[in-house]
């Protein structure tokens, strides 16, 4: 006869069903939208050893009137000829072209949602083949930024096919 002390686990005949998923509540996420200058400076006091191992300005200083001496840094002079110095001077030149990218773009993108009524894929087209150069939308007043939205956008529109073709990655 079967003993009444049951010794081990348990079984059963279905398989208990986990939950794949949890529930939680509402999260909300406000970002910060920072503007080139500030995400300059960010950048800046991030890669401060950069901007340090980069510095090659005033090598050498004259110093004291009466008697007039010349003093020599060291530390500058050995980041001038240093590969660690120019590898920072060259990440000191990314940082800047993001900045002059960034500042375009703050006013590039508005004007071009604005002015071209393109949207999607032609949109984003027309603005990487005709992104204006920092110095000129920089000088450029208002009415030749608009002037200059205006004759690219006739552009793209006699030959967006060409354009569409030649900024598509190449196939292998």
Same mark, same amino acid.
């Given at each position: 006869? &079967?003993? +009444?002390?049951?010794?081990?686990? @348990?079984?059963?005949?279905?398989?208990?069903?986990?939950?794949?998923?949890?529930?939680?509540? &509402?999260?909300?996420?406000?970002?910060?939208?920072?503007?080139?200058?500030?995400?300059? %400076?960010?950048?800046?006091?991030?890669?401060?050893?950069?901007? #340090?191992?980069? +510095?090659?300005?005033?090598?050498?200083?004259?110093?004291?009137?009466? @008697?007039?001496?010349?003093?020599?840094?060291?530390?500058?002079?050995?980041?001038?000829? &240093?590969?660690?110095?120019?590898?920072?001077?060259?990440?000191?030149?990314?940082?800047?072209? +993001?900045?002059?990218?960034?500042?375009? +773009?703050?006013?590039?993108? @508005?004007?071009?949602?604005?002015?071209?009524?393109?949207?999607?894929?032609?949109?984003?087209?027309?603005?990487?083949?005709?992104?204006?150069?920092?110095?000129?939308?920089?000088?450029? %007043?208002?009415?030749?930024?608009?002037?200059?939205? #205006?004759?690219?956008?006739?552009?793209?529109?006699?030959?967006?096919?060409?354009?569409?073709?030649?900024? &598509?990655?190449?196939?292998?």
């Amino acid at each position: 006869m &079967a003993s +009444d002390k049951f010794c081990g686990q @348990p079984t059963s005949d279905t398989i208990p069903l986990h939950r794949d998923t949890i529930g939680i509540e &509402a999260v909300n996420i406000n970002r910060a939208v920072l503007t080139p200058e500030e995400k300059y %400076e960010r950048n800046k006091r991030e890669f401060r050893s950069v901007y #340090f191992n980069g +510095d090659n300005k005033n090598i050498i200083t004259a110093i004291g009137i009466i @008697p007039p001496g010349i003093a020599l840094n060291i530390n500058k002079l050995y980041n001038h000829f &240093a590969k660690s110095g120019k590898e920072a001077r060259r990440f000191q030149k990314v940082l800047e072209d +993001d900045f002059k990218l960034d500042k375009v +773009d703050q006013t590039w993108y @508005p004007l071009t949602q604005k002015l071209t009524k393109l949207d999607g894929q032609q949109l984003e087209d027309f603005r990487r083949y005709y992104h204006p150069d920092f110095e000129w939308w920089a000088a450029a %007043e208002e009415y030749e930024q608009l002037d200059y939205v #205006f004759k690219r956008l006739k552009n793209f529109q006699d030959s967006s096919a060409h354009i569409r073709s030649y900024l &598509a990655l190449p196939k292998r």
